[in-house]
């Protein structure tokens, strides 16, 4: 019998809430055993996805009709053009642009 994860979350996230200041907000806020910080779930639409090194998975998403990225460590196998992940909120920074993005727990295929 083949294991599989199990995920609970908080939920969809409406889109106006994917901002970087909420973002450093909930960074601010005090997470551990117990009390993890929030996971959302939401269908995205896949709009590419490439391999970075050899272990992670770089995405661009569309998400409730807005473009956002994400990034899925320790995955490597390719996404279908729509899926239900389970998801964190995190800031990329760089060349001194700061971008929401989606750091991918899981997926429903």
Partial sequence: AALT??????GTLASEYCRADLVDTLHREVWGQGFAPPTFSE???VLSQ?????????LKLRHQGRP?????????????????????LDVN???????????????QL
């Fill in 5 to 10: 994860r199990r995920i609970e979350t908080d």
């Fill in 43 to 45: 269908e995205v639409e």
């Fill in 50 to 58: 490439r391999l970075v090194g050899e272990k992670h998975l770089s």
């Fill in 68 to 88: 956002v990225d994400g990034i899925w460590f320790g995955h490597t196998d390719p996404l279908p053009g729509r899926v239900l992940l389970a998801f964190r």
């Fill in 93 to 107: 920074e760089w060349k001194g642009e700061r971008r929401v993005q989606f750091l991918v727990e899981g997926a």
